[in-house]
């Protein structure tokens, strides 16, 4: 009876273990809370990330007739946006999870780093191609800059004061969209569009230099010493792989349909159903894989959180409908032999 009893208590501690979170739960108390050293420090490193990535968003919408005329590829040019947006929605959700076990410190280089070098990349391009191959490079990046951003100040701040450095964040966020959209024009008109993303690069390398210096890693509650072997057998390789490619391959079929090719042509749906189906084998294997699941199901359990996603959802596709949209439209109709050819615009403007 002794025994059973001492095996029921060991299965019950390893089953509320495995429920415990991956980093220590010693979340820092409201009412003793003090800012840790170099607080401000580490503020203007995620708040530079910040900056870039809204800053980033606009500028490419606000130079993109600029750049399509310049490499006289108009046809081709929407993957400037289409590239970033890949990248950044497959590999964004890899990073909290990836942080949570390989530390914030290595994740926030990751991304301050590939965002960099898209960066470059993208102001020292000299075809398309290779324009919109490091666009794909710095949505790599991008995807992490506002996600290290606010778990970095998860680790720091209590819950209760979280809000008013989670509203600065998007403030700095909103600002660096406004100087994007606000001054792309006129860097492009200037000093050439280059300079646009070639701006950028000082920004992240300040990032990258001051996260070096103040940025900790909190105590995780996974051991990766048992070298590879212990890796491979923690980490979901299988459910990351199946995500990335699901997003990839539905991206790229949402953005082949209605502009390269038709709806209905083969590319475009066999795409489609393909992600759909990754998708669903990527939430089986989430479901039942040994390893730290990506997204574990439970998290999206309850109306709440399906209720939160699903406005996630909306709220982007609106963000993004509104920038991109109005500007393609407008250098269509600037480029175009015929405007009322190439687009439906009213009385006032035709």
């Known amino acids: 009876m002794t025994l059973s009893t001492t095996d029921e208590e060991a299965d019950a501690a390893h089953s509320a273990a495995e429920q415990q979170p991956l980093l220590s739960p010693k979340w820092p108390e409201a009412e003793k809370w003090t800012a840790p050293h170099g607080f401000i420090w580490i503020e203007i490193a995620i708040f530079a990330n910040v900056f870039l990535y809204g800053f980033d968003g606009t500028i490419t919408a606000a130079t993109y007739a600029i750049i399509s005329s310049d490499f006289d590829a108009a046809n081709i040019a929407s993957w400037l946006t289409t590239s970033y947006l890949v990248t950044s929605t497959a590999f964004q959700p890899l990073y909290g999870r990836f ?108 990032a990258l230099v001051l996260g070096w210096l103040v940025i900790v890693n909190p105590p995780r509650g996974v051991d990766l010493s048992g070298g590879w072997k212990v890796v491979w057998e923690r980490i979901d390789f299988a459910g990351a792989l199946l995500l990335v490619t699901g997003l990839s391959i539905q991206l790229v079929g949402l953005s082949l349909g209605g502009n390269d090719l038709p709806w209905s042509n083969g590319w475009v749906v066999s795409s489609l159903v393909g992600s759909f189906a990754l998708l669903g084998a990527f939430l089986l294997v989430e479901a039942m894989t040994t390893a730290i699941p990506i997204i574990p199901p439970k998290m999206l359990k309850g109306r709440l959180p399906v209720a939160v996603q699903i406005a996630n959802v909306c709220t982007g596709l609106a963000a993004y409908a509104v920038s991109i949209r109005p500007r393609v439209g407008t250098f269509t109709m600037l480029t175009s032999d015929s405007i009322s050819l190439c687009y439906p615009c009213s009385s006032k403007w035709c």
């Not at 290779?130 to 490079?137: S, T």
């Not at 995807?143 to 209760?160: C, E, H, K, Q, Y």
């Not at 600002?175 to 992240?204: K, Y």
Request: contains cysteine; positive net charge.
């Open 99 to 206: 942080s949570d076990i390989f530390g914030r410190r290595a994740c926030f280089f990751v991304s301050t780093i590939t965002f960099a070098l898209g960066c470059l990349g993208c102001g020292i391009a000299a075809n398309i191609t290779l324009l919109n191959i490091m666009r794909a490079l710095t949505g790599f990046g991008g995807g992490g800059l506002m996600t290290m951003a606010t778990i970095v100040n998860s680790d720091m701040i209590p819950f209760r004061q979280r809000g008013m450095y989670q509203a600065l964040q998007n403030g700095m966020f909103g600002f660096g969209a406004i100087c994007g959209a606000s001054f792309g024009g006129s860097i492009a008109d200037t000093i050439g569009w280059r300079w646009c993303f070639l701006l950028q690069v000082p920004i992240s390398i300040v």
